[in-house]
T-cell receptor, first 111, second 110 residues
Framework: SQQGEEDPQALSIQEGENATMNCSYK?????LQWYRQNSGRGLVHLIL???NEREKHSGRLRVTLDTSKKSSSLLITASRAADTASYFC???????????WGAGTKLIIKP | SQTIHQWPATLVQPVGSPLSLECTVE??????LYWYRQAAGRGLQLLFY??????ISSEVPQNLSASRPQDRQFILSSKKLLLSDSGFYLC?????????FGPGTRLTVT
């Protein structure tokens, strides 16, 4: 079963606005990652946050992790049309050998 | 730099026909390799992973199989496709910290 659950399932905003999507998970993790998938393409790794970290930044991306709530958020600031894609969270567990994937958030940036 | 190739990009196959999807990686040696399937609008389901030549672990019982005949080659096969095998198949290499994906194969079983 999927460990990560993203919300919202879909998000449509105007170019220039900030986009926030959330990921919740069920068990203790080693790390949590966010990936982007353009329509019909492979996934691209965006950022990783470890279980002992609370916040990380990469360019216009900001990821937070709250292990007490078992949740993470991905913030994309100053959105661009090129940010239109689906975004997935994936968790790595200490006791497992595979990443557990959420169902994704579909982000549409309107020009 | 590392590159991952998958082919074909799209495939339409009748029910009961065989399947062979190939994935190759360049620029790295002894990679961990993964086959995923993605249903429309959904996340990724791990099908197989491999830590070395001839070493395959299966995650989902089904009519698919995988092989790793060479260090950087990973093949997904089926002897007889089912309608439920339709989906987007992704090959990846990497680790539990970061995975690199191929462009994917869109399989439609008719």
């Amino acid at each position: 079963s999927q460990q990560g659950e993203e919300d919202p399932q879909a998000l449509s905003i105007q170019e220039g606005e900030n986009a926030t999507m959330n990921c919740s998970y069920k068990t203790s993790i080693n790390n949590l990652q966010w990936y982007r998938q353009n329509s019909g393409r492979g996934l691209v790794h965006l950022i990783l946050i470890r279980s002992n970290e609370r916040e990380k930044h990469s360019g216009r991306l900001r990821v937070t992790l709250d292990t007490s709530k078992k949740s993470s958020s991905l913030l994309i600031t100053a959105s661009r049309a090129a940010d239109t894609a689906s975004y997935f969270c994936a968790t790595a567990l200490d006791s497992n050998y595979q990443l557990i994937w959420g169902a994704g958030t579909k982000l549409i940036i309107k020009p | 730099s590392q590159t991952i190739h998958q082919w074909p990009a799209t495939l339409v196959q009748p029910v009961g026909s065989p399947l062979s999807l190939e994935c190759t990686v360049e620029g790295t040696s002894n990679p961990n390799l993964y086959w995923y399937r993605q249903a429309a609008g959904r996340g990724l389901q791990l099908l197989f992973y491999s830590v070395g030549i001839g070493q395959i672990s299966s995650e989902v019982p089904q009519n698919l199989s995988a092989s790793r005949p060479q260090d950087r080659q990973f093949i997904l096969s089926s002897k007889k496709l089912l309608l439920s095998d339709s989906g987007f198949y992704l090959c990846a290499w990497g680790s539990l910290s970061e995975q690199y994906f191929g462009p994917g194969t869109r399989l439609t079983v008719t």
